[in-house]
Every structure is written in structure tokens, then in C-alpha cells.
């Protein structure tokens, strides 16, 4: 059985989507980051990133979303798309490992995180987020997913980051993506998508942003000079 490391954050959805469409067992390992649980050496011998998600799969760890995404999707071989595609694929997803996630997560960090707003910072995240949500509103057009009639680990990727478009961009805002808002909403009437949201509901994490919280997110910040 998977052992599924879970925190409830888009990355680690994202995992909990396709174990849930591919309809395949695990068990849940909750990592409480704001407890600074991600910095336990035992989870470091899975992850040596301290990042959620993570799984071991008999013996074999496999950490970071994408990579996870990848490695379920070849072992079961659901959710790739057709052989002919495979470069889309890779570079669509791709596309959302390196610029959707990273520019959604540094816009929310210096809105809603940051000790001091900067304007400059804010301006640039929240404004490549856009950039990065236009061009995929663009690639859909009028298909019903990424690659076009294909359901595939590039929708789950990108599913993961765009259900959070309220805290990235500000609430109503993904109406400004047409094409987007209809992909995202049709992926998010799938009743993995509902199972995959209930992920954890039964566990309980901390949600205190104090200073235990700050400093086991950032233990940059608090780095003796």
C-alpha cells in the first residue's frame, strides 16, 4: 500500500486527486508543517527537501508533486494522454511544476504572508500568476482539458494550484479566464475531486500562524546572522 505524506496544501492535492481517480489504495501520513514536522529526520530520509507531498511505494520514495504525478501515472498507466502527446504532456506539466506553482506560491507568500507588504514583490508574483494563467486560458480554448479531450496528470497538476485562485489572485478573479474557469469548474464537479478534498478532513492540523508556525515554514528567516 502507498504511503501517502500529507499536508492540506495544492501540492500534496494534487496527489490526493490522482489516487482518488486512479481509484488506488494508501495510507494516509500526516506531516503537520506549521508543527515543523516536515523537519523530522525520519521524514527527511523520504524527502530530503522537508516539502510535502512525498510517498513510499514498497520501498520506493518519491517526493515532489510532479514527480509523484509522473511516477503513479507510469506505474498505472492512467491519465498520460495517447503516446503522441507525450511531448505536450511533458511540457504542459512542466509548465505548471515550474511557472504555475512557484509564481502562485511566492504571490500568496508576500500578500498573505510576508512580515511587510512590498509592493514591488506582490506586484511581480501576482502579475506572472496572471501571465501564467493567460497562456494556459489560451492553450485550453475550446477543449474540454489541457491536452484537449484527454483527461491527464497535466489537469491534476493544474487543478491543484487554480482551485486556489481566490488566495493567488483575489476572489472572482479566474472570471477573467473563461476558458479556464469552464475547465476548472468541469474538473471540479468530478467526484474524485470531492473525495480528494474530504483527504484529511478526520485529522487534525495545527492553523495558528505563531511563531513556532513562522519559523518551522521560514527557519530561513530566523537564520543566526
Do not use: C
Not at 502507498?2 to 492540506?8: A, E, V
Request: proline share 5%.
Amino acid at each position: 500500500m502507498i504511503k501517502f505524506y500529507y499536508h492540506p496544501t495544492p501540492n500534496p492535492v494534487k496527489v490526493a486527486l490522482f489516487l482518488e481517480e486512479a481509484g488506488l489504495d494508501y495510507q494516509i501520513v500526516p506531516v503537520d508543517t506549521l508543527k515543523g514536522e516536515q523537519h523530522a529526520l525520519d521524514f527527511r530520509k523520504v524527502n530530503p527537501n522537508g516539502k510535502l507531498p512525498a510517498i513510499e511505494d514498497d520501498g520506493v520514495r518519491v517526493f515532489d508533486s510532479t514527480a509523484i504525478l509522473l511516477y503513479l501515472a507510469e506505474k498505472t498507466g492512467k491519465f498520460l494522454g495517447a503516446p503522441e502527446d507525450r511531448g505536450e504532456l511533458l511540457s504542459w506539466l512542466m509548465f505548471v511544476a515550474t511557472g504555475i506553482g512557484p509564481y502562485s506560491g511566492q504571490a500568496v507568500h508576500f500578500q498573505h504572508a510576508a512580515p511587510e507588504k512590498i509592493d514591488y514583490a506582490v506586484n511581480r508574483y501576482r502579475h506572472e500568476a496572471k501571465r501564467h494563467y493567460a497562456i494556459l486560458d489560451a492553450q485550453i480554448g475550446d477543449n474540454e482539458f489541457i491536452l484537449g479531450d484527454t483527461f491527464t496528470i497535466v489537469d491534476i497538476s493544474a487543478w491543484g494550484w487554480i482551485d486556489r485562485s481566490a488566495v493567488v489572485l483575489g476572489e472572482g478573479e479566474l472570471g477573467a479566464f473563461a476558458n479556464l474557469k469552464r475547465w476548472f469548474d468541469g474538473i471540479s464537479a468530478r467526484p474524485a475531486v470531492t473525495a480528494a478534498r474530504n483527504v484529511g478532513k478526520d485529522i487534525t492540523f495545527k492553523s495558528e500562524r505563531d511563531e513556532e508556525a513562522l519559523r518551522a515554514l521560514f527557519p530561513q528567516n530566523y537564520a543566526a546572522a
